[in-house]
Structure formats: structure tokens, C-alpha cells
């Protein structure tokens, strides 16, 4: 199992429509969460952090399950200029270095449609 | 503020040859990474600066790549000799992280290598 899963999509969505993109990671002993946004030809930019309570930023929403290892980002009233790839991003400490260690998942595509 | 700088922004090179990338971070930033991101994947991490000491180096090919942070401002990596497969964006990132929590990380423009 990869240590952290998306679905690649593409996901194309006209204006105005909701869609979620889910998330698994491998290992449980992973700490912090996060999805950043990645424009295209662009370097990736902190959307959110992932909370266990879930946490809202306007039309935004994340949601953690621990239990089942899953990640969630829901975005309402989607606008064009969300047209991006989503990145899964979670962290852990690294024993053996001894650091926290950012494990980035391959990215969920989202073009919305006029 | 500033951002993250890198330079080139575009380098091409043939097999075997060398190259260097070139990272300035955020001001006061005591964390710099540097990532390789291949098309249609997520940044993998390569290697992670503490000030001027390594942190993690695990994943970074040492036979042919290599890094390092004078005085724990600027950061180079290099690669030598280059392979087919190096072909990707480089990102450097730095991150005010002091304590061992990770808080946000801030991305470069990135190097976009093509190896021929």
C-alpha cells in the first residue's frame, strides 16, 4: 500500500458544483495533515491544515478519520479559478533521521467548467 | 516578503553532464528542503536542512546527487553526472520549524530540468 493514495482524477465539474476528494495514508503513526494546492506549471501552496475535529475555510472543508486512515477535502459553489491539483500531504516523524517528514501524494486534478 | 528563490528557472542538459540548482529561502527560515517532483507525481523529498546540518538525506541518491547550506542561508544541490530519469522539477522549500513540528512549508518557483 503507498504511504499516501489519491485518485488522480481528472475531476471536471461545471461552476457552482460541490466535489470531494478522499485520501488514504499507510501509516498510522502519522501526526499532521494537510492539502496543498498545486497551480499548473507552479509550485505547490498550503490550501489548509487537517484537524481531527475537521476545520472549515469558506467554501473549504477537511475532514480527518484517523480510524480509517482517511483524509477528505470537500469544496462547495466550485469557481474556475479552483481549477488545480489537490495534494494529500502527511506527516510523520522519521525515527531513523529523526525529523518530521512531509510525504506528498500524487494529486487530484480539478478543472471546472464554465 | 520575499519568497523562496531558485535559479535557473529551466536548465537542459545532456546525459552525463553536470548541473547545479541554486535555492535562497525565506529570511529567518531555519529549514530548507529540496524536492524532486517528476510529471503526474507528488514532490518527493531529497534532502532537509537544519540551519547549515543535514537532517534527512535518505532518499537523496548520493552517487550522483549532492547538497549543501553554507552558513545555513543559501543551499546548492547538484547532480553529477545527470541521468535520463532526473528529468523533473527541483523545489526548494524552507519552513520556519525550530521545534521539530512542521508548520507550513514555502515553495520555490522551481528548476524544471529536461536531461537529453
Known amino acids: 500500500r503507498k504511504e499516501v493514495e489519491q485518485d488522480p482524477g481528472p475531476f471536471n465539474v461545471p461552476e457552482g458544483a460541490t466535489v470531494a476528494f478522499n485520501c488514504t495514508y499507510s501509516n498510522s503513526a502519522s501526526q499532521s495533515f494537510f492539502w496543498y494546492r498545486q497551480d499548473c506549471r507552479k509550485e505547490p501552496k498550503l490550501l489548509m491544515s487537517v484537524y481531527s475535529s475537521g476545520n472549515e475555510d469558506g467554501r473549504f472543508t477537511a475532514q480527518l478519520n484517523r480510524a480509517s486512515q482517511y483524509i477528505s477535502l470537500l469544496i462547495r459553489d466550485s469557481k474556475l479559478s479552483d481549477s488545480a491539483t489537490y495534494l494529500c500531504?502527511?506527516?510523520?516523524?522519521?525515527?531513523?533521521?529523526?525529523?518530521?517528514?512531509?510525504?506528498f501524494g500524487k494529486g487530484t486534478k480539478l478543472s471546472v467548467i464554465p | 516578503e520575499a519568497g523562496v528563490a531558485q535559479s535557473p528557472r529551466y536548465k537542459i542538459i545532456e546525459k552525463r553532464q553536470s548541473v547545479a540548482f541554486w535555492c535562497n529561502p525565506i529570511s529567518g527560515h531555519a529549514t530548507l528542503y529540496w524536492y524532486q517532483q517528476i510529471l503526474g507525481q507528488g514532490p518527493k523529498l531529497l534532502i532537509q536542512?537544519?540551519?547549515?546540518?543535514?537532517?534527512?538525506d535518505s532518499q537523496l541518491p548520493k552517487d550522483r546527487f549532492s547538497a549543501e547550506r553554507l552558513k545555513g542561508v543559501d543551499s546548492t544541490l547538484k547532480i553529477q553526472p545527470a541521468k535520463l530519469e532526473d528529468s523533473a522539477v527541483y523545489l526548494c522549500a524552507s519552513s520556519y520549524q525550530t521545534s521539530g513540528l512542521v508548520d507550513e512549508q514555502f515553495f520555490g518557483p522551481g528548476t524544471r530540468l529536461t536531461v537529453l
Open positions: 500531504v502527511v506527516n510523520k516523524l522519521d525515527s531513523g533521521a529523526g525529523s518530521y517528514q512531509l510525504t
Open positions: 536542512f537544519q540551519n547549515n546540518g543535514v537532517v534527512d
